[in-house]
């Protein structure tokens, strides 16, 4: 809890992946992808309730097996299409029904398995001293937009009309891009046909790009190991 308001956390966990087979419950430092979102959130004192949303029966064994509620999502929305607004507009109305009270709702994915238990807090604060309707975790930009191209028939044309690219990094202004690490918002002010997490009174929390890392396929299953195996991440 937050001053006396609850928090649940949801972990959205799809049985099929196309990139990766099996992925939710692929092994990454010895334990299932999916299990590492739920174990960051018993980390967080201020999580009240954690919820597994996924499709899949043996994901949903796993979920339990440490200590997760599980809600069993319909084929609806359980394709590769499916957006993670609409599935957890699913669990904010199961949730309601069954009488739960909680004003504020944290989207953890498996995908973003090195997060921090201290980003989540630190997003959940903002939230609730802010007064804020949304939060999201940000890392500084791999790419700073003004070095992007886009191709014109062929012709390499810079991405931002008007930017120069040849700048040094030093004098570029400073970008940064959304990550999966961690959402945060008001639960019953979560827009009825948004595809988007991050809306009304907004705020960010900038993360550790190393913990940053979203798993999308393998090479990126190698980069989280090989960051794993580094010691580079040194807080826990």
């Not at 299990?35 to 029966?57: F, H, L, N």
């Not at 009488?99 to 604060?125: F, I, M, N």
Request: aromatic residues 4%; proline residues 6%; charged residues 25%.
């Amino acid at each position: 809890m937050i001053n006396g308001e609850r928090v649940v956390a949801v972990v959205t966990a799809r049985a099929g992946s196309k990139s990766v087979p099996g992925k939710n419950l692929r092994q990454l430092g010895g334990r299932p992808l999916v299990v590492w979102p739920i174990d960051v959130a018993r980390a967080v004192p201020e999580i009240d309730r954690i919820i597994v949303s996924t499709d899949g029966q043996d994901i949903a064994r796993t979920a339990e097996g440490c200590g997760a509620e599980v809600l069993i999502r319909p084929a609806a929305l359980a394709s590769d299409t499916s957006m993670v607004a609409d599935v957890l507009r699913h669990v904010i109305a199961e949730l309601r029904a069954a009488g739960e009270t909680a004003r504020y709702l944290v989207l953890l994915e498996p995908t973003s398995p090195l997060r921090r238990a201290a980003d989540v807090t630190a997003c959940l604060r903002k939230l609730h001293d802010e007064r804020l309707d949304s939060v999201a975790t940000f890392m500084e930009a791999s790419l700073n937009p003004n070095r992007a191209w886009r191709l014109e028939n062929g012709r390499p044309v810079t991405f931002i009309d008007g930017a120069v690219p040849w700048l040094p990094r030093q004098a570029l202004p400073r970008s940064y891009q959304l990550t999966g690490s961690a959402y945060a918002f008001v639960m019953d002010s979560l827009p009825d046909d948004s595809p988007g997490l991050l809306f009304g009174r907004s705020g960010a929390v900038l993360v550790d790009r190393l913990r940053a890392i979203d798993i999308d396929d393998e090479l990126d299953f190698t980069v989280a190991d090989a960051i794993l195996r580094s010691g580079l991440l040194a807080d826990p």
